[in-house]
């Protein structure tokens, strides 16, 4: 079965929004068998939805529609939708009781216009709304439309609730599982380099391949199978997996949702240590990371943006000479902040990071020179240094993954 996924909204094509929705829905497709054909994103435009419609359902098996079916008068998706399988828009009791209870429930007033949203295609089946926006499935020729508002969580929801079920009758059995492989400290061309001998013994058949995504924090290996239900799937990767994880060796920090934060924190609660941070580029980035894990506050001590140079100095008491003498970008700077972000927090570990992101040179020093450092419990520090290409906001991300991959590999060394 063959499905699209259309994403309605002018900020989505401007790119002012991202399209975070079109990216789980096809995750989730996956899930249950079915293979996504097209992403298309359209504007608020009645002339543009209608012929975007057209052109996808001419195409699909079935189509999902997310977005537009708010009560302003950009939102254009119902009567849009209504002109492509040529029906008249109608009210519909119950969700314009569904719509009132809401506001009720919140003890808010109605604006009459949120009444419009009641209105959809003469036959169309409809979706309760989660929030204030219901939903509609309507069939055309032999094609199927899932029509569902843009606010993630309602999307979200009404195609668990609602798209699922019709769904599974319609595709006729199968699963698709993915398994991610998450690597740190390695390139993607060496990886794809290493794996391509595993990638040739295991993936004869069409229904198990692997393939590779190049993200600024990590390197995944993604190992994909298909069979007739999900466990079915997931034991066919297992041993691709397996192979893979052996030999890659170190630089596999987990798999699927274990992230090189989550064994960072697995690490330091084992050991029963913490660490704090020290960032200069990255401005708190790397601190935020960890921050992000459940349980982080029994692990993580602090963070401190030390952007500016005098920064350094006053809150960390890194000598004003030591910055002139080798530059805030230095590897002796570097070390030196890391040491001190361990003592001023208290923390068992101390990971600083220094670099020039850009856009301009700093010291003389070019464009994604960057340097990282971890001090241990017992005072040795290492520092590791490069230069990093791409934009600002990439050279922070790759600069704040060396740091924490230089983390966990000093924690596994440290626990044997």
Known sequence: MKVSIVSVGTE??????????????????????????????????HQALCAGLRWVVER??????????????????????????????????????????????????????????ARI?????????????????????DTVIYVLPGVPWEYQGMYERDVVPDLLTRVGGGASVTRTIHVSGMGEATVAELVAPIVQDHTS?????????????????????????????????????AAIRERLGRVVVGVD??????????LL???????????????????ARMARIPGASGTLKGGIAVYSTETKTRCLGVPEELIEE???????????????????FGADWGVAVTGVAGPGTQGGKPVGTVVWAVAAPDGEVTVEAGEFPGDRHAIQERLGSAALELLRRSLENAAG
């Open 12 to 45: 989505v094509v401007l790119g002012d929004q991202v399209d975070a929705n079109a990216a789980w829905i096809s995750q989730r497709l996956r899930e249950i068998g079915v293979e996504v054909q097209y992403h298309l994103a359209i504007g608020d435009d």
């Open 60 to 117: 699909s098996d079935a189509v999902i529609v997310g977005g537009g079916l708010g009560p302003t008068p950009d939102d254009l998706t119902r009567e849009a939708v209504a002109e492509v399988v040529g029906e008249l828009l109608e009210t519909r009791e119950e969700l314009e009781e569904a719509i009132l209870q809401v506001f009720a429930q919140r003890g808010l007033r109605m604006p009459s216009s949120n009444l419009q949203q």
């Open 121 to 141: 295609p003469r036959g169309a089946k409809p979706f309760l709304p989660l929030g204030t926006a219901p939903g509609f499935q309507v069939e055309v020729d």
């Open 205 to 241: 058949d069409d229904d198990v391949a692997v393939s590779y995504l190049a993200t600024g924090q990590e390197i995944q290996v993604r190992v994909t199978a298909r069979a007739a239900d999900p466990t079915a799937a997931r034991e066919r990767t297992e041993p691709v997996l």
């Open 257 to 266: 949702q274990e992230s090189i934060e989550e064994v960072i924190g697995g």
């Open 269 to 287: 609660k084992d050991a029963d240590q913490s660490v704090a941070f020290a960032e200069s580029a990255t401005a708190g980035g790397v601190t």
């Open 326 to 344: 080798h530059s805030p970008v230095s590897e002796e700077v570097t070390r030196e902040l890391a040491l001190r972000v361990r003592e001023h």
